[in-house]
């Protein structure tokens, strides 16, 4: 059974990633895999500095969601669209968790052989696909393989119900078969290298 952890990079309370990323959450925990949902808002941490760093080490919340990576075998990814990109916080703790905390330690060891599979919504007609282009290729350079499937789903603000799945049906399992499709390329993978 593999392991994924899901986080959206908002921090905002009512946000639609954060209700995206938990379907397709719960369409990898129908297919065995255990999930662990981590809020970024209870993760937070100064925007990276190598200064800091070197003055005072690795935030506490930040080396906290760099054990969380290391754990896993999978993410599950939702990022608002900020003008054509990902979202600031989401860049700031995947800059965290890539450093070093000693010399021996493996390089990139949050991220190096994890698969990951990401997801947008946004108000706007594209649904944020053009912030997820910027997202893939930086997961795929520091060692995250990003399936090719991603979702991006437009007009947000009318997509979700008040319990937070999709209105629209297809939608809805579009998203849980991404889930799904994680959790299944994730345990061949720990089959594999078993």
Known sequence: MSKILAFAGSSRKHSFNKKLVKIAASG???????????DLADYPMPIFNQDLESEQGMPDKAREFKNMLIQHDAFLIASPEYNSAFSPLLKNVIDWASRAESEDETPLVAYKGKIAAIMATSPGALGGIRGLVFLRMLLSNIGVTVI????????AIKAFS??????????????LDLGRKLSHIADLLNTGNQ
């Open 162 to 175: 008040d319990d937070g799945l999709l209105i629209d049906s297809k939608q809805q399992q579009l998203v």
């Open 148 to 155: 090719p499937d991603q979702i991006a789903i437009p007009q």
């Open 28 to 38: 990898a925990k129908n297919s065995g895999a255990e999930i662990t949902f981590v």
